[in-house]
């Protein structure tokens, strides 16, 4: 049974930050992303890595504020954010494959498997 345990979201002041965790139960995936959910809109990529941790890829909205490193002997992906804005409020989701997904990284279709979600909120 693939699970993924996501933790590390919280209340937060606009310019601190939290580091989001997204841990397997099970060996490690190729590809790893992380996505958003703010209420009352559609789900947004933020970050995704690739299974060696040589490839990354951010969305514009979150370049130069957040990274996504990633430690295979732990199994664990993170989601380090810093800068936060009010607009970074939502409910974050870590998803995961066992494919190489290459270009299309950014599609929450391309995700096999997906956490509970933790949510994050940014105070002003």
């Known amino acids: 049974q693939v699970q993924l345990v996501e933790s590390g979201g919280g209340l937060v002041q606009a310019g601190g930050s939290l580091r989001l965790s997204c841990a397997s139960a099970?060996?490690?995936?190729?590809?790893v992303g992380w996505f958003r959910q703010a209420p009352g809109k559609d789900r947004e990529f933020a970050a995704a890595?690739?299974?060696?941790?040589?490839?990354?890829r951010l969305s514009d909205s979150v370049k130069g504020r957040f990274t996504i490193p990633r430690d295979n002997s732990k199994d664990t992906v993170y989601l380090q954010m810093n800068s936060l804005k009010p607009a970074d409020t939502a409910v974050y989701s870590c998803?995961?494959?066992?494919?190489?997904?290459?270009?299309?990284?950014?599609?929450?279709?391309?995700?096999?498997?997906w956490g509970q979600g933790t949510q994050v909120t940014v105070s002003s």
């Open positions: 099970s060996r490690t995936y190729n590809s």
């Open positions: 998803a995961a494959s066992f494919r190489v997904l290459g270009s299309i990284m950014e599609s929450p279709d391309a995700y096999e498997y």
């Open positions: 890595i690739s299974g060696s941790g040589t490839f990354t």
